[in-house]
């Protein structure tokens, strides 16, 4: 059974860098054809796809966020770390990790709510 | 980047209707790479059909999908209960990928 959970802070102030862990069992990032990725949901918003790693170490972003967002992993510990710089109140949103297959998502986190205030 | 637009934004019906969702790309989906999930209040998006006809894992036979191209829709052929959400559209076939704004089942 794939399961992912993500974890972080619940507050950060403006200006900070947000560091978000996905833990996830049930699957390893090594194998082909499997990705991990994150995507955020503003409050009583859409979906936005953020970015995303592939079981080769590749990684991909969303061309609006690319400068600010960083994925990377860590296998041995089956985990995936999103981080993104510069964080500003219109970040504030549910963020969630995903299990990615040729690559839509078919198994998600349950999100963690990050609000972006001073 | 490819834009997904999804109608109605809003659908109200009553339990046993039948409810068909639209999304429209701002140009072709390749492969029909185009997914529906599936987001109840308070709860993480449900993956519910992959390559625009597929449906995802333990998903009821009532739920159908179609469409290729730029064109695609999701059909609830029964509503129950548990089906009344809101509903959005990816496309996973170009870089980014895309989300439509979201179809809100409500009911009537």
């Known amino acids: 059974q794939i399961t992912l959970k993500e974890s972080g802070p619940t507050l950060v102030k403006p200006t900070q860098t947000l560091t978000l862990t996905c833990s996830f069992s049930?699957?390893?990032?090594?194998?082909?054809?499997?990705?991990v990725g994150w995507i955020r949901q503003p409050p009583g918003k859409a979906l936005e796809w953020l970015a995303l790693?592939?079981?080769?170490?590749?990684?991909r972003y969303s061309p609006s966020l690319k400068t600010r967002v960083t994925i990377t992993e860590d296998t041995s510990k089956n985990q995936v770390i999103l981080t993104m710089t510069n964080m500003d109140p219109v970040d504030t949103a549910t963020y969630y990790c995903?299990?990615?297959?040729?690559?839509?998502?078919?198994?998600w986190g349950r999100g963690t709510l990050v609000t972006v205030s001073s | 980047e490819i834009v997904l637009t999804q109608s109605p934004g809003t659908l109200a019906l009553s339990p046993g209707e039948r409810a068909t969702l639209s999304c429209r790309a701002s140009?072709?989906?390749?492969?029909?790479?185009l997914a529906w999930y599936q987001q109840r209040p308070g709860q993480a998006p449900r993956l519910v059909m992959y390559?625009?006809?597929s449906r995802a894992t333990g998903i009821p036979d009532r739920f159908s999908g179609s469409g290729s191209g730029t064109d695609f829709s999701l059909t609830i052929s029964r509503l129950e209960p548990e089906d009344f959400a809101v509903y959005y559209c990816?496309?996973?076939?170009?870089?980014?990928?895309?989300f439509g704004q979201g179809t809100k089942v409500e009911i009537k």
């Open positions: 995903a299990h990615g297959l040729s690559w839509y998502f078919d198994v």
């Open positions: 049930g699957f390893s990032l090594t194998t082909n054809g499997v990705g």
């Open positions: 790693i592939y079981w080769d170490g590749a990684t």
């Open positions: 140009r072709r989906v390749i492969s029909s790479y």
């Open positions: 390559g625009a006809s």
């Open positions: 990816q496309q996973y076939g170009e870089l980014p990928q895309t």
